[in-house]
């Protein structure tokens, strides 16, 4: 192959990959949105692709983020760390929490699902301000192939079987080499 077919065999994969994750991004937003009002009338939290043959190539499940925690005062965390656990501050020009005990703590805080950790030394319990405990991405939904998905999906697309809404189909798709 030339390099000038190479040129415009890229060109027209990223015009083709480009507008495929536009309307992907869409597809994505209004399933979710389906999903959602779904399991909130029904309680369904997940739904089957399935080809017009009734093959189904996919699941797409809803996914509930995990809450973790997160300094969201640095410095009333700060504050709180020099005053309970001063060997952890690190002294420079600026005080800083050591970032392992952070990471530490912040762990903790995780696994409890609240912003308060225990000494272990004392075994007192302490309500650690600057840190909220929340979900750190919002809710989506999870895409799972069948064994035989994508090959299915490849398939009825290059038989004209597949049409995609938004998605003008070329004439032919090859994967390329042939001259």
Wanted: glycine share 6%; aromatic share 4%.
């Amino acid at each position: 192959m030339s390099l000038r077919d190479l040129a415009l065999e890229e060109a027209t994969l990223k015009a083709l990959a480009d507008m495929v994750k536009e309307r992907l991004t869409a597809v994505r937003l209004e399933l979710q949105s389906g999903l959602d009002a779904a399991e909130k009338e029904a309680g369904t939290r997940q739904i089957a692709a399935t080809l017009a043959d009734g093959t189904t190539v996919a699941t797409l499940s809803l996914t509930d983020p995990n809450p973790e925690a997160k300094v969201t005062d640095s410095d009333a965390f700060k504050a709180w760390v020099m005053e309970v656990f001063p060997s952890e501050i690190e002294r420079r020009f600026v005080a800083e929490v050591r970032e392992a005990f952070t990471t530490k703590l912040l762990a903790e805080m995780t696994a409890a699902g609240v912003p308060r950790v225990v000494d272990k030394d004392t075994g007192e319990l302490h309500d650690v301000p600057g840190v909220q405990v929340k979900a750190t991405r919002s809710r989506n939904h999870s895409l799972r192939f069948k064994p035989t998905g994508r090959a299915d999906i490849t398939t009825a697309w290059q038989s004209g079987a597949l049409a995609l809404p938004g998605i003008t189909r070329p004439a032919q798709i090859t994967a390329g080499g042939a001259e």
